[in-house]
């Protein structure tokens, strides 16, 4: 079972940026992803979840309206889409897995993905 998060890099303030989650070894079709992320200095923080089926998803406050979190059809693929992002968005981005219902307590999931860098810098 693995999870393999891409696409970090360095965009500028107000630009937008694309990360991924790769699941192999299980079916993803059955798991809830979250995005979890933790900045420097700073606890890991829930980001955004979508469940099994990809039609529900919750955001953290900070992020509503800027990101969005999509599942693939038919591909073990997550997707975290940020638009406008801002220094403060500059973390290192997780993914992680857990059955069906998704949460925002990093605590509750199975599996995690080794972290992308996203750097907001100008």
């Known amino acids: 079972v693995q999870l393999q998060a891409s696409g970090g890099g360095l965009v500028q303030p107000g630009g937008s940026l694309r990360i991924s989650c790769d699941a192999s070894?299980?079916?993803?079709?059955?798991?809830?992803i979250a995005w979890f992320r933790r900045a420097p200095g700073k606890e890991r923080e829930f980001v955004a979840v979508?469940?099994?089926?990809?039609?529900?998803?919750s955001y953290q406050d900070s992020v509503k309206g800027r990101f969005t979190i999509s599942k693939e059809n038919a591909e073990p693929t997550v997707h975290l889409q940020m638009n406008n992002l801002k220094y403060e968005d500059t973390a290192v981005y997780y993914c992680?897995?857990?059955?069906?219902?998704?949460?925002?307590?990093?605590?509750?999931?199975?599996?995690w993905g080794q972290g992308t860098l996203v750097t907001v810098s100008s």
């Open positions: 992680a897995a857990r059955p069906f219902v998704g949460d925002s307590r990093p605590g509750v999931y199975d599996f």
């Open positions: 979508a469940n099994w089926r990809g039609d529900s998803t």
């Open positions: 070894g299980f079916n993803l079709d059955d798991y809830a």
